[in-house]
């Protein structure tokens, strides 16, 4: 009789040992990538770099398409939506975003993985629509936050059409800083809340008088106020510095 205990049959799709995290399947997906191109790299190729069954992929990620994206939306999101972005002084939001995109664009790297075809330009719609948008949106705020985050996100996408992925000679032959320049004032514009429509003043309802010898009426501005504080305090800022 045999006694001998059969061993453990493995699991499909499980790795020996600790089970390696998304972000180093992600980060061996994009080396593979980049070397042999979207096409050229197989799920197989990427399993055998991180040590797993092909199957653990297809269970995080569903495909060689998913694995792509996130990629990509991976390295989107360390550029456009960190902290450091969104969440420093709101003046400088606009150059902030104009700086994020053209040095995510700008790196080679990215570069590479960007002309991998329709899948990276799907990938990069998606995520700008999906992505982006959602947390311009949770940070802006206010009944207009929806409206001023996708007319950003309508600017940006323009930039990065017309510069990197369908390049017109006229902005692909201007510098980061000739874009910062050119596409800040219409950032701050779209950024800026906007102002609702004052309701008829009826009797015996006045607004509360301010200092300055105004009304405050409920309703006046919505978003985030401290962005169109921060807005007057840059605009005075660089106004007295022409004058100098």
């Given amino acids: 009789m045999n006694n001998a205990v059969p061993a453990p049959a493995r699991t499909r799709g499980r790795p020996r040992g600790n089970p390696p995290t998304r972000e180093s399947i992600v980060s061996a997906a994009r ?17 055998g770099a991180v040590g797993v069954d092909p199957a653990l992929i297809v269970y995080h990620f569903g495909s060689k398409k998913g694995l792509f994206a996130d990629v990509m939306q991976f390295q989107c999101a360390n550029a456009l939506a960190r902290d450091e972005v969104l969440g420093g002084d709101p003046a400088t939001l606009p150059d902030r975003l104009i700086d994020a995109v053209t040095d995510l664009w ?14 990276a330009t799907e990938v990069i719609r998606e995520y700008l629509e ?8 949770e940070f802006l705020g206010g009944r207009d936050a929806t409206a001023r985050a996708t007319a950003v996100v309508t600017i940006l996408g323009g930039l990065i059409y017309t510069r990197y992925l369908n390049p017109l000679p006229t ?37 509360r008088p301010t200092p300055g010898g105004g009304a405050v009426h409920r309703g006046g501005f919505t978003g985030r106020n401290s962005y169109v504080t921060a807005e007057k305090q840059q605009a005075n800022k660089e106004a007295g510095a022409e004058n100098h």
């Fill in 106 to 119: 700008e790196d080679a790297d990215f570069q590479q993985l960007t002309i991998q075809g329709d899948e």
């Fill in 31 to 47: 080396s593979l990538f980049l070397e042999h191109g979207y096409r050229s790299t197989t799920l197989r190729a990427v399993a």
């Fill in 130 to 137: 999906r992505e982006l948008l959602a947390r311009l949106v």
């Fill in 171 to 207: 902005p692909a032959a201007l510098t980061p800083s000739e874009i910062r320049h050119s596409l800040t004032p219409a950032l701050r514009a779209v950024l800026a809340p906007r102002l609702r429509a004052a309701a008829p003043a009826t009797a015996g309802r006045r607004g």
